[in-house]
C-alpha cells in the first residue's frame, strides 16, 4: 500500500477485567481509503473500534491518528482528536429533531475543517433533509442508522469508525447505507468498516483485515480475500 497512513493500531492487547479479547491488533487505514474488519460474532470487531475510540483502552500498544498517539485517551480527547465513533447501537436523541440530532454533532475538525455543515449533510443524505423536524425516536432503524453516521460526519472527524452499519436492517435499507457508504468513500473520507458480511463489503472497501479470536489472521485487498477459500470458509463461514 501506497500514500499517508492516517490511522494506525500497532500491537494493540485489550482486557475486559482478567480476560484478554485482543491480542496484539494490527491494522493500517489509508488516507481516503476504506478498511474493512471482517470477521465472525464475537471474533473482536467491536472491541478494536472500541479500543481505537477510547472506550476500551489498550493495555499494551499503540493506536496513532496522523503521527498523534492516542492510545489510552480519554473517548472525548480522542474525538477532538479527529476520530468519529459510530457505535453499533445506534445512539439518537429520540426525542430530539433529526435537525436537532446532527446539530448536537456538528464542530470543526482538528485542523479547523467545516465542510460537513447541514447543508453538505442534507446533500448527501436527502432523505435527512425530508425529515428535518421529525423526532428522531419516530425513525427506522435504517433512518436512525444514517442519523448517527450524518451526526457523526458534523464533527468532521478525518475517520469515520463504523461498526456493523448494516446489523439488523431490511436488504433494501443495507443496500442504501453501502450506497451511502461508497459515496463517502467517494468524497475522500478515511472509513475503518467492521462487518460480518463480506459480500456487504465488497463493493465498498479496497482493503480487508480478518480478525479471529482477537487477533488478525488475514491482512490483503478485499478482491483478494474473496478469492481466498481457505481464509473465508475458515473465519467467515462462508
Ligand atoms: N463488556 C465485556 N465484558 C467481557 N467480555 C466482553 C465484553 N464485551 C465483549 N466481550 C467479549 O469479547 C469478545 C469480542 O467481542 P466483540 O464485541 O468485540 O466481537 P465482535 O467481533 O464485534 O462481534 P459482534 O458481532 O458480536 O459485535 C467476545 O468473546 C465477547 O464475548
Redesign the pocket.
Known amino acids: 500500500m501506497s500514500g499517508e497512513t492516517m490511522l494506525s493500531v500497532e500491537k494493540i492487547d485489550v482486557f ?2 482478567a ?1 484478554q ?1 485482543l491480542f496484539g491488533v494490527d491494522l493500517a487505514v489509508e488516507k481516503g481509503r476504506t478498511l474493512a474488519l471482517l ?1 465472525r ?7 478494536t473500534l472500541k479500543a481505537i475510540a477510547g472506550i476500551a483502552p489498550p493495555k499494551r500498544g499503540s493506536i496513532r491518528l496522523h503521527d498523534r498517539e492516542i492510545a489510552g485517551a480519554k473517548p472525548f480527547a480522542i474525538a477532538r482528536a479527529g476520530m468519529g465513533y459510530v457505535p ?1 447501537d445506534r445512539q439518537v436523541f429520540p426525542q430530539h429533531t433529526v435537525e436537532d440530532n446532527l446539530l448536537i454533532g456538528a464542530k470543526k475538525g482538528p485542523g479547523g475543517q467545516d465542510f460537513w455543515a447541514l447543508k453538505t449533510v442534507y446533500e448527501v443524505f436527502p432523505i435527512l433533509a425530508g425529515m428535518k423536524e421529525r423526532k428522531a425516536g419516530l425513525l427506522s432503524g435504517g433512518e436512525q442508522q444514517m442519523l448517527t453516521i450524518a451526526r457523526t460526519l458534523m464533527g468532521n472527524p478525518d475517520v469515520l469508525l463504523l461498526d ?1 452499519p448494516s446489523e439488523g436492517l431490511a436488504p433494501i435499507i443495507v443496500q442504501a447505507i453501502g450506497d451511502l457508504i461508497r459515496k463517502l468513500r467517494g468524497m475522500g473520507v478515511t472509513i475503518l468498516l ?1 462487518e ?1 458480511n463480506m459480500h456487504f463489503c465488497l463493493g465498498i472497501s479496497e482493503d480487508a483485515a480478518v ?1 479471529d479470536k ?1 487477533g488478525i489472521v488475514y491482512r490483503g485487498t478485499i478482491k483478494d480475500l474473496r478469492a481466498n477459500e481457505e481464509v473465508t470458509r475458515r473465519y467467515l463461514a462462508i
Open positions: 475486559y477485567g480476560s479479547i470477521g460474532n464475537g471474533a473482536g470487531k467491536s472491541t453499533e456493523e467492521a460480518q480478525i482477537g
